[in-house]
Structure formats: structure tokens, C-alpha cells
């Protein structure tokens, strides 16, 4: 695959010029303009005279001429990286990728991702394309079969942090990890239950990681371990895998936290802190040097020791933390029965409390309505008392009446003189006759009171039904 920068268009092929400085004749594709950059395989031959051959060269000289400072420009200014990501699986690679996310720098930073990446094209391509490549080439030699449980991808901001890199790096990152886990899906057996973890740290410590010759998955790995309390050395990462170094701690999953920008902050702090410490062992290196090299059986032996040590503390370390943890959710899950204990109290304690509500309630209507029927029965009572009472005053009227008659008679009885026989026969006519209306005077004064009555009665019992019904 030849590429090269358009010179001049003709009707069936374009001058191009290479990077090497070669002229070559290319195909005719598609729509060409003057200085944009084509890929091709084959030249174009044609059988030309020597006058042509003459007429296009000088073309080309005068082309060269006026674009040669632009190409120097473009040369310079040429999309630069603009992050970094780090692969480990057990072959460590690194990634430079410009801003339209296409691949600039391939390296390898082991034994193992030289060899994975020998001719591997990557310029110009896809990050997310070079990504699946290099996952197939591990697939292909067998690293997935080797009981490999996590990829590890690390990404790197060059420059300034400003937001809209931060969104270019989250949506790099998106794009790599989906590329990766679908590649591993595809693997019947070899591929299933690998973990892929992407994380964002700064740049501080990439320095750190070239300056130790490690990539920067492995240097953040090995600054979180050092925080948690973990016995993780420098020396096991670079000589082993991440799966091998951090066995005894758990795997990767065990150390890596999900990033943040507190996490971010942190590990800047931590790189420069390792930094620091480096720098140290350097100054006090040459005087210790000679030491060490007399001593180097008996520290070989050391270090072994150390080594298993190391291993029996990070079982530990891991051990307590995964107590630790356990103790943690235990205590989260009393917290959490003992609040849903109380919800239920409160909930009874509700139901009881509208229990005694209704019930007052109810006793509150029962009280009522026994008050309405008492006042309805003392109304009766009254009305019943006001009806006797009317009653006896009635018949004491009566009687009164009746005496007063019958004493107007007896008087007028007296007054009138006996002559003869004859005149008392009709005096007692008379007075039988007087009797008679008299009592019948009587009887119709008894019966006009007597209506008189019916009717207050009736007005009384009307008053106290209405009383009853108010």
C-alpha cells in the first residue's frame, strides 16, 4: 500500500508525491483535489512519448515549488496524540491516538506485546480497528487460554484537562471497552468470564510508568495496592503478568476502584510521591551498589523469603479486607431490618392509633343519639304533663261554672211567691221548665268548653310535635 499527497489531476491518472520525496503516478479514484493525501497499490502505467515524460516533470518542479512550504506545515502541525491507552493482558501495549481518534504511535512495552504486535498496521487506523486487531492476535497465540481473568485499559490525557478533552477521553475509552468485550464474547469458551476494566488517571502517571519501564495500567494498579496497605513490588510487575502480580491480592478487580476525579487527584498525588522516593534511592544507589554485589547469593536467597512473605502478608492483608467487608454489609443489613422494624411499628402504631379514632367516633355517635332519644322523652313527658294539666284546669273550670248555675237557679227558686194550688202546680211547671233549660243552657256552655279544650289540646299536640321534630 503506497500513500502520497496529489500533485496534478489528469484524465486518467494523478502525480502524487510520497514522503520519501518519489513522484509516482496514481489511478484515477473517486473525486482527487490538489494536496489531499491518497492511498493506492499499483502506479498507473501508460506508454508515454519522452515529451510528455518532460511536460510532467516540469509541472511537478512548479507544483513542488509553491506547495513545498505548505507541506512543511502540514509535517509539522500533523494531528498530534492527544492520549494514550494502555492495554494489559499479559502482553503490555500502549496506544497514541490523535483528536479524530485514529491511531499515531504503536509500542510495545514487554517481551510479550513486541512480539504480539510485530507488523501489525496501525497508521491512520481506527483506535477501536487496532484495538480488535491486537485482541485477535491474543486470541490467535493463546494468551486467553492461559486462565487470563482481566483486561486492563488505562487512559491517558495529553495536555491541557479541558472538558471537551475529558468528553473526547470518555467516549475513546466507551468505544475501545465495547471493541474489546465484543471481540471476547465471540471466543466460545476462551473469551467467557474475562473481566475488562478501563480507567482514567493522569498523566503523572505515565511518567512514572516510562520512567520504570512499565505501562500505565500497571504503575496505577501498583499505587492503589500501595494506598490499600497491599505488599505489591515494582520488580513483580515489570517481570509478570497483572493476572500473576496481583493473585495473591485478589485480582485487578480487587484493587481498582471505579475512577472519579477524587481518585484521579489521588493517584497524581501517589505518582509524585513515588517519584520522590525514586529519585532518593537513586542518590543513595552508588554507595549502596558495591554492597549488594557482594551480597548478591545471600539476597537472592533473602528476596525469596521476602517473596513468600510477601505473598503470606498479601493473603492476609486481603483476608482482613474481605472481613472487613463482610462485617460492613452485615452491619448495613441490620441497619436495614431494624429500619424496616420500626416502618412496621409506625405503621401499626398508625393503625392502631385510626383504630381508637373510629372508636371514638363511634362512641361519640352512641352518645348522641342516646341524648336525642332522652330529650325526645323528656319533650313526650312534657307534653303529656302539659295535656293533664290542661285537662284538670278544664274540668276545675267546669265545676265552677256548673256550681255558679246552680246557684242562680236555687236564688231565683227563692224569689218567686206560692199564691194557691194551683199556682204551685204551675209554679213547678215553671220551675221544671226552668230546670230543663237551664240544664240545657248547661249542657251547651259544657259543650262549647269542651271544643274549646279539644282544640287547645290539639294546638299543644301540634307545638310538641314540632318541638319533637326540631
Same mark, same amino acid.
Given at each position: ?302 528476596? !525469596?523469603? /521476602?517473596?513468600? +512473605?510477601? @505473598? =503470606? $502478608?498479601? &493473603?492476609?492483608?486481603?483476608? *482482613?479486607?474481605? %472481613?472487613?467487608? #463482610? ?37 361519640? !355517635?352512641? /352518645?348522641?343519639? +342516646?341524648? @336525642? =332519644? $332522652?330529650? &325526645?322523652?323528656?319533650?313526650? *313527658?312534657?307534653? %303529656?304533663?302539659? #295535656? ?39 209554679? /213547678?211547671?215553671? +220551675?221544671? @221548665? ?37
Amino acid at each position: 500500500m503506497k500513500r502520497g499527497i496529489v500533485m496534478s489531476i489528469h484524465k486518467h491518472h494523478t502525480v502524487v508525491m510520497t514522503a520519501d520525496g518519489q513522484f509516482l503516478r496514481a489511478p484515477v479514484t473517486g473525486s482527487t483535489r490538489i494536496g489531499e493525501e491518497i492511498t493506492f497499490e499499483d502506479e498507473y502505467k501508460q506508454p508515454r512519448s519522452f515529451r510528455g515524460a518532460y511536460r510532467y516533470i516540469s509541472a511537478a518542479a512548479i507544483v513542488l515549488l509553491f506547495m513545498l512550504p505548505l507541506l512543511l506545515y502540514i509535517g509539522r502541525d500533523a494531528e498530534p496524540v492527544v492520549a494514550y491507552l494502555s492495554m494489559d493482558i499479559n502482553p503490555s501495549i500502549e496506544i497514541g491516538v490523535d483528536s479524530q481518534e485514529k491511531t499515531r504511535e504503536l509500542r510495545a512495552l514487554n517481551a510479550e506485546g513486541e512480539k504480539l504486535i510485530a507488523g501489525l498496521p496501525y497508521e491512520g487506523l481506527y483506535v477501536q480497528d487496532v484495538a480488535a486487531a491486537i485482541v485477535e492476535r491474543a486470541q490467535l497465540d493463546h494468551y486467553f487460554d492461559m486462565s487470563v481473568t482481566d483486561v486492563f485499559i488505562a487512559s491517558v490525557l495529553m495536555g491541557e484537562q479541558t472538558e471537551a478533552l475529558q468528553q473526547f477521553e470518555s467516549l475513546l475509552t466507551k468505544k475501545v471497552d465495547e471493541t474489546v468485550k465484543t471481540m471476547l464474547s465471540g471466543y466460545a469458551g476462551a473469551g467467557q468470564g474475562i473481566s475488562v476494566t478501563t480507567l482514567s488517571v493522569p498523566f503523572e502517571v505515565r511518567s512514572a510508568a516510562d520512567a520504570n519501564g512499565i505501562s500505565s495500567g500497571k504503575m496505577t494498579v501498583y499505587l492503589m495496592a500501595k494506598e490499600e496497605g497491599y505488599a505489591l513490588e515494582l520488580e513483580q510487575l515489570k517481570n509478570q503478568s497483572l493476572e500473576e502480580a496481583t493473585e495473591a491480592l485478589g485480582g485487578v478487580k480487587a484493587i481498582v476502584k471505579q475512577a472519579d476525579a477524587q481518585n484521579k487527584e489521588k493517584l497524581k498525588q501517589l505518582a509524585a510521591e513515588e517519584v520522590k522516593k525514586q529519585e532518593q534511592q537513586v542518590k543513595q544507589q552508588p554507595a549502596a551498589s558495591q554492597a549488594a554485589t557482594k551480597q548478591a547469593p545471600a539476597k537472592q536467597a533473602i528476596d !525469596k523469603g /521476602k517473596t513468600e +512473605k510477601i @505473598k =503470606e $502478608e498479601n &493473603k492476609e492483608t486481603r483476608l *482482613k479486607k474481605e %472481613k472487613r467487608q #463482610n462485617q460492613e454489609k452485615q452491619q448495613k443489613s441490620n441497619k436495614e431490618r431494624f429500619q424496616e422494624g420500626e416502618k412496621e411499628k409506625q405503621k401499626e402504631k398508625r393503625h392502631s392509633s385510626d383504630g381508637a379514632k373510629q372508636e371514638n367516633r363511634k362512641a361519640e !355517635k352512641e /352518645k348522641q343519639k +342516646k341524648e @336525642k =332519644e $332522652e330529650k &325526645k322523652r323528656e319533650q313526650t *313527658k312534657r307534653n %303529656k304533663n302539659n #295535656n293533664e294539666s290542661d285537662r284538670k284546669g278544664w274540668n276545675r273550670d267546669n265545676n265552677e261554672r256548673g256550681n255558679q248555675n246552680r246557684a242562680t237557679t236555687e236564688t231565683k227558686s227563692e224569689v218567686t211567691p206560692v199564691s194557691h194550688a194551683s199556682g204551685d202546680s204551675s209554679s /213547678k211547671s215553671d +220551675k221544671e @221548665k226552668d230546670g230543663s233549660r237551664s240544664k240545657s243552657g248547661r249542657d251547651d256552655e259544657s259543650g262549647k268548653e269542651q271544643k274549646q279544650e279539644q282544640d287547645r289540646s290539639g294546638k299543644k299536640q301540634a307545638n310538641g310535635k314540632q318541638d319533637q321534630q326540631r
